[in-house]
């Protein structure tokens, strides 16, 4: 059976943007990027 990965960046409260409407605080750094590079490695189809 597949399995389905969800993934989203979020705040810890939950909200995508600042208050000023901005979504420039989520920019990952290389290790964070490094980390869902390989955890996404094996996908096989994205949505």
């Known amino acids: ?3 389905l990965i969800y ?3 979020t705040s810890l409260d ?3 943007a600042d208050e000023s409407g901005n ?3 989520a920019a ?3 290790e964070v990027h490094a980390f869902v590079n ?3 490695r094996t ?3 994205y949505l």
């Open 7 to 9: 993934s989203a960046i």
């Open 23 to 25: 979504f420039d605080w």
């Open 28 to 30: 990952p750094d290389e």
């Open 1 to 3: 059976m597949a399995k």
């Open 43 to 45: 996908v096989g189809t």
């Open 14 to 16: 939950g909200y995508v």
């Open 38 to 40: 390989d955890l996404e």
